[in-house]
Nanobody, 117 residues
Framework: QVQLVESGGGLVQAGGSLKLSCSASINIFNFNAMGWYRQAPGKQRELVASILDIGNTNYADSVKGRFAISKDDIKNMVYLHMSSLKPEDTAVYYC???????????WGQGTQVTVSS
């Protein structure tokens, strides 16, 4: 059974930094892509950043230049480095992983990030 476990969330002041980590229970080579999503209260879950198995990355416009996604294929980890945090970055952040054949998306349980002004 695939499990994704996030860690690293917390409370930070505006302008600060946080690093989120996602640990996968299986080799992440099994996934076509991995990513970070977030959901703020009363809002839909949105993609923050994604990384393909070949390493290509994609970011939401709202985080470009401030966030960076990376992965460690040996440790089966995916990271989200967040800097210049803003109060509007406050949300629950979820790690996700996509497999094909069949198409399945796995989710972590989420980690809270709160940015105070």
């Amino acid at each position: 059974q695939v499990q994704l476990v996030e860690s690293g969330g917390g409370l930070v002041q505006a302008g600060g930094s946080l690093k989120l980590s996602c640990s996968a229970s299986i080799n992440i080579f099994n996934f076509n892509a991995m990513g970070w999503y977030r959901q703020a209260p009363g809002k839909q879950r949105e993609l923050v950043a994604s990384i393909l198995d070949i390493g290509n990355t994609n970011y939401a416009d709202s985080v470009k230049g401030r966030f960076a996604i990376s992965k460690d294929d040996i440790k089966n980890m995916v990271y989200l480095h967040m800097s210049s945090l803003k109060p509007e970055d406050t949300a629950v952040y979820y790690c996700a992983a996509d497999r094909s054949d069949p198409n399945v998306r796995y989710w972590g349980q989420g980690t809270q990030v709160t940015v105070s002004s």
